[in-house]
């Protein structure tokens, strides 16, 4: 019972102690590294990483994964690039446009998986490939820039002191909160990854839940591309690239089982956070970018296992 009573306690709360534990250890290798600007700057990098994972998220309980998010980010953002600045299109029906582009990809991989039978793995990943030649092939791999103080602003604004969007992803966390815990298409997703035959039985439409997460999780990317390309001001087809593995890590960290059934925002949003002051204390002590792909390599292996050990243990309680 006592050993029980322990892993409830690692499972709710274990999250948030690796948090305040990474805060600590860089607060004491930088005394710099908790002041407010730093912590603010924190937000504002995740910022475009946490709004896909909400979408993420959605997919990930069903016992679905997209790994084609960093390169739909990259067309967006060189398509919504060259609509504004090639074109001399309005930015807000650029905006549209490149949502519409976003629902289209959502609904070609949930077609990939539910009417084609194609894993969700490999359909995504060959998505992911042709996505990021699309986006070379649009701009012949040279950037686009030179927009308006009206879109800049979109992603350099703030409300007071926090970021546009960081508005935008604690706004989605919230609705995503309420949408899985109090509306009963929240129920489906958790079901259809706890039993998706059972889901099926009980009368669940599979099929138009997992369209539904799928197109979800293409338009927050969308919207989280079109925030990166505000703040930046430059279009660029590289990017996004690494994005679904980031995005994986924060959200398995978070809690995510990576087959489905289990999980919640809180502890993504948390997972997020983690991923954001890991990659910022490292490049505070000065460790270089290949380095830092191995330890963000080794924290995905280290969720996923840990993962592994607690379906496991429930099996065998």
Known sequence: MLIKVRRNIFNNYGIILILLFLLLLFSLMEPDFLQASNLINIVRQVATMGICAVGMTMVMLTGGIDLSIGSLMGLVNIACAKFIVEQGMHPMLAIVVCVV???FVGAVN???ITVIDIPPLISTLGILTSLRGLSYLMCDGRSIRGFGDGFRSIGRGSIGFIPNPVVVMLLLFVL???????TRY??????IGCDEEAARLSGINVMKMKFMVYIMCSVLTAISGILLLSRLNTGMPKT???LEMEVVTAVVLGGVSIYGGKGSFLGVF???MIMGVLTNGMIYLNITEYMQLVIRGF???????LDNVTKRNQKTT
Not at 186 to 191: A, K, S, V
Not at 299 to 305: M, N
């Open 101 to 103: 582009i976003a629902v």
């Open 110 to 112: 949930a077609s990939l």
């Open 176 to 182: 995503g909160w309420l949408f899985l815990n109090f």
């Open 186 to 191: 929240g129920r489906f997703i958790y079901g």
């Open 240 to 242: 996004g690239t690494g």
């Open 270 to 272: 948390v997972g997020v």
């Open 299 to 305: 924290v995905l292996l280290f969720a996923i296992g």
